[in-house]
RNA sequence: GGAGGGGUGGCAGAGUGGUCGAAUGCGUCGGUCUUGAAAACCGAAGUGCCGCAAGGUACCGUGGGUUCGAAUCCCACCCCCUCUGCCA
């Protein structure tokens, strides 16, 4: 949520800013802005009521004490209480509106992000590592994946629906492998704090990252909505210090989980999404930092090193990207993200997207801290994807493919899989 | 699921209709003392909103209600704890 404060000083340049992301949410910032002032002098005019009241009613019990007639003074304060509740509705339904729009404002793109349309105006910001060569003709991970009986769509589908996937044999136990992996590099190596939280979440916490009230119709609903399953372990575990006053000393807060992840995908059936490439169900290994304002900056660029070093400890060709206004996400103000190379698939998958959120999310969720000077301020949030599952697996099934159809497996991963080549 | 108890400042915890934004302790910050620290002592300090400011106002789990006036009384809901049932 945007900081009211700014859209009052300066509403052209916020609008600009808002526009710049594409979409139309820039039109509500003048009703936004109506119904602050609406609100701001019926408080005024409310407090001077209530000042009335509490004085008078004062009074009463002065009265009262002594003896004395108080009931045409009581008639008065009655007076002024209706007043009081009539202004207060006012207020009310100006202050909810007021709320109701600006959940519907998307953060502000920091100043130097790259200005653009969609993402074919996102800037590549490095490589790493090339495109591994083969003598033979690399098949895609749906192939090898059949000959080594790795995973099976059916299986999915039968006890689920279409979008499901169940792993089987050797296929399950990468998935659980790399899983392993990736929370022990980012524990042991990232100086992170490894969390199981819920996958279950309430609708607060929804609003806290930002999937609600916009996204609803993306994510996978409960009891009529008063619950949803995590699409991101972003939102529980951001969402644990929801309504928190840290000390400066419990910052900064490095965090990670790994949970599946649940997205209705909706109207995105067909298009990229061959294979595990796009699942209703997913597993992902999430990395969040809760840190001081000043220090947001840097610890996006960590966070994105601490994913990259994930795929260089496979030895998987990559590179980052950094996103430009039109294709940045809803709650994010600066976005990296880490496409993996899959030879199969004869292009690069997104596997991580490392944001920072500024105090976006922290003020929705009133997540603070108390700096030296004993004041109250809002934290920074960021998170990444360290990494996402499925297109890291299929990247690492394509890219370690042998002539036979075998997988070789790097020596990284083979305490975790007890062998150094599936299949053959 | 059932019975009981409880939700108050960063934390713990008093407070059962007006003088309560709220005792006390811990923690925090400043000072005295000390070579320095600890201890002790003195002092400061809740959060949001409105206001240029002075100041005002709201907030005691959430939402309603009673009242001239509610942390305090009533209703509903949420959450936590203890016991208990079923169960991985």
């Given at each position: 949520?945007?900081?009211?404060?700014?859209?009052?000083?300066?509403?052209?340049?916020?609008?600009?800013?808002?526009?710049?992301?594409?979409?139309?949410?820039?039109?509500?910032?003048?009703?936004?802005?109506?119904?602050?002032?609406?609100?701001?002098?019926?408080?005024?005019?409310?407090?001077?009521?209530?000042?009335?009241?509490?004085?008078?009613?004062?009074?009463?019990?002065?009265?009262?004490?002594?003896?004395?007639?108080?009931?045409?003074?009581?008639?008065?304060?009655?007076?002024?209480?209706?007043?009081?509740?009539?202004?207060?509705?006012?207020?009310?339904?100006?202050?909810?509106?007021?709320?109701?729009?600006?959940?519907?404002?998307?953060?502000?793109?920091?100043?130097?992000?790259?200005?653009?349309?969609?993402?074919?105006?996102?800037?590549?910001?490095?490589?790493?590592?090339?495109?591994?060569?083969?003598?033979?003709?690399?098949?895609?991970?749906?192939?090898?994946?059949?000959?080594?009986?790795?995973?099976?769509?059916?299986?999915?589908?039968?006890?689920?629906?279409?979008?499901?996937?169940?792993?089987?044999?050797?296929?399950?136990?990468?998935?659980?492998?790399?899983?392993q992996f990736l929370?022990?590099?980012h524990t042991t190596?990232?100086?992170?704090?490894?969390?199981?939280?819920?996958?279950?979440?309430?609708?607060?916490?929804?609003?806290?990252?930002?999937?609600?009230?916009?996204?609803?119709?993306?994510?996978?609903?409960?009891?009529?909505?008063?619950?949803?399953?995590?699409?991101?372990?972003?939102?529980?575990?951001?969402?644990?210090?929801?309504?928190?006053?840290?000390?400066?000393?419990?910052?900064?807060?490095?965090?990670?989980?790994?949970?599946?992840?649940?997205?209705?995908?909706?109207?995105?059936?067909?298009?990229?999404?061959?294979?595990?490439?796009?699942?209703?169900?997913?597993?992902?290994?999430?990395?969040?930092?809760?840190?001081?304002?000043?220090?947001?900056?840097?610890?996006?660029?960590?966070?994105?090193?601490?994913?990259?070093?994930?795929?260089?400890?496979?030895?998987?060709?990559?590179?980052?990207?950094?996103?430009?206004?039109?294709?940045?996400?809803?709650?994010?103000?600066?976005?990296?993200?880490?496409?993996?190379?899959?030879?199969?698939?004869?292009?690069y998958l997104e596997?991580?997207?490392?944001?920072?959120?500024?105090?976006?999310?922290?003020?929705?969720?009133?997540?603070?801290?108390?700096?030296?000077?004993?004041?109250?301020?809002?934290?920074?949030?960021?998170?990444?994807?360290?990494?996402?599952?499925?297109?890291?697996?299929?990247?690492?099934?394509?890219?370690?493919?042998?002539?036979?159809?075998?997988?070789?497996?790097?020596?990284?991963?083979?305490?975790?899989?007890?062998?150094?080549?599936?299949?053959?």
């Open positions: 949520m945007l900081d009211i404060r700014l859209l009052r000083d300066d509403p052209e340049s916020i609008k600009t800013r808002v526009k710049s992301r594409g979409g139309d949410a820039w039109t509500l910032i003048d009703e936004i802005l109506a119904c602050d002032e609406k609100r701001r002098a019926g408080e005024t005019e409310k407090q001077q009521l209530q000042s009335d009241r509490n004085r008078i009613s004062k009074e009463i019990g002065q009265l009262k004490k002594t003896g004395e007639d108080s009931s045409s003074v009581e008639a008065e304060v009655r007076k002024i209480g209706e007043r009081i509740k009539a202004i207060g509705e006012e207020v009310d339904t100006a202050d909810s509106r007021q709320t109701e729009l600006l959940l519907q404002i998307p953060n502000l793109p920091h100043e130097e992000c790259p200005v653009g349309e969609d993402e074919t105006a996102n800037p590549v910001i490095r490589e790493w590592g090339k495109q591994p060569e083969f003598d033979f003709e690399p098949v895609d991970h749906v192939e090898l994946g059949k000959r080594n009986e790795l995973f099976d769509f059916e299986l999915g589908a039968r006890v689920s629906s279409s979008g499901f996937v169940t792993y089987t044999g050797m296929g399950a136990r990468l998935e659980r492998a790399l899983i929370l022990d590099l190596a990232h100086d992170y704090r490894e969390v199981s939280p819920p996958f279950i979440i309430n609708r607060d916490s929804m609003f806290g990252t930002g999937q609600l009230p916009k996204f609803e119709d993306d994510m996978y609903g409960l009891e009529d909505g008063a619950f949803f399953l995590a699409p991101t372990a972003e939102v529980p575990v951001t969402n644990l210090y929801r309504e928190q006053l840290l000390g400066i000393g419990d910052l900064p807060i490095k965090l990670t989980a790994y949970t599946p992840c649940f997205r209705r995908e909706a109207g995105s059936a067909g298009r990229e999404s061959r294979g595990l490439i796009r699942m209703h169900q997913f597993d992902k290994v999430e990395l969040v930092n809760i840190v001081r304002p000043e220090d947001s900056a840097d610890y996006l660029e960590k966070l994105t090193a601490e994913a990259e070093t994930v795929l260089q400890k496979l030895g998987l060709h990559y590179r980052t990207i950094e996103l430009c206004t039109g294709d940045l996400g809803f709650s994010s103000a600066k976005t990296y993200d880490i496409e993996v190379w899959a030879p199969g698939h004869g292009g596997v991580s997207s490392c944001s920072n959120f500024f105090d976006y999310q922290s003020r929705r969720m009133k997540l603070r801290f108390k700096d030296e000077e004993g004041k109250n301020r809002f934290c920074h949030t960021l998170n990444g994807s360290g990494t996402a599952l499925p297109r890291l697996y299929v990247a690492f099934l394509e890219t370690y493919q042998q002539a036979d159809g075998s997988i070789l497996i790097p020596e990284a991963l083979q305490p975790y899989l007890g062998t150094d080549r599936i299949g053959a």
